[in-house]
């Protein structure tokens, strides 16, 4: 079984926050691949079903995105699972939007969410990270993160949240690669190429060489005609 964590904060007044990209994505997940409706529980709101070969459980936290740990944590031991089966998704401001990336381990990089995770599971579960792009000054962070997506970004981030679901069995069970392939189709779909080759223009045809009339003048003729 795995354990698959989306961050954000709950309420409608959030709900297109970039902070709660992780939302969104368990959102289209559970949607797109049947899972269960989801229901109240650990602190949070859940809702079973499969990917893949895997049964699989999707976790919001509702604690706020600073507490996120103490529903991961909970959920963790009620299903008594490993943090190897623990995958979180979350915003990430060091990416450019659009742009995703699987990670297992390390800091938190001062995100609150993965702060208060670290706290209560440790740090060596995986995690997807979603760009969502930087304002430029790291004051400007907190108000950047908690306003909504705009409209412009609508079709980027359909496109990647549609990426990730269709991926989503591959990082059930742990094909990082597949994964990550499958998110590029999206985001980043190979380009065909639309235009014919030239074709090199035909020759003008040319005029057919000029032939003489038959001469079928008589011998006496011929010999009149060269003395006129």
């Known amino acids: 079984m795995k354990l698959i964590v989306g961050l954000g904060n709950p309420g ?3 709900a297109r926050n970039r902070h709660n990209i992780g939302f969104m994505a368990l959102d289209r997940i559970a949607s797109d691949h049947g899972f269960a409706p989801w229901r109240s529980k650990f602190q949070g709101q859940l809702s079973e079903g499969r990917l893949g070969r895997e049964k699989v459980v999707l976790l919001k936290p509702e604690t706020f995105m600073n507490n996120s740990g103490q529903s991961v944590g909970e959920a963790m031991r009620f299903f008594k699972l490993d943090t190897q089966d623990v995958i979180v998704i979350h915003d990430e401001i060091d990416l450019a939007p659009s742009k995703a990336r699987t990670k297992t381990g390390g800091g938190h990089a ?3 969410g993965l702060r208060s995770i670290h706290a209560h599971i440790g740090d060596t579960y995986h995690r997807v990270r979603l760009g969502v792009g930087h304002p430029g000054r790291k004051e400007l962070v907190p108000g950047y993160v908690l306003r909504d997506f705009p409209k412009a970004d609508d079709e980027w981030l359909d496109d990647l949240l549609r990426g990730i679901s269709d991926g989503a069995a591959h990082l059930a069970e742990g094909d990082g690669g597949r994964f990550m392939n499958a998110v590029s189709l999206r985001t980043a ?15 003008a045809p040319q005029p057919a060489p000029a032939t003489s009339a038959p001469d079928d003048r008589s011998t006496l003729q011929k010999l009149v005609d060269r003395f006129k």
């Open 189 to 203: 779909p190979p380009r065909s190429s639309t235009s014919t080759p030239k074709k090199s223009p035909s020759p």
């Open 110 to 112: 001062g995100h609150n």
């Open 12 to 14: 409608a007044k959030y």
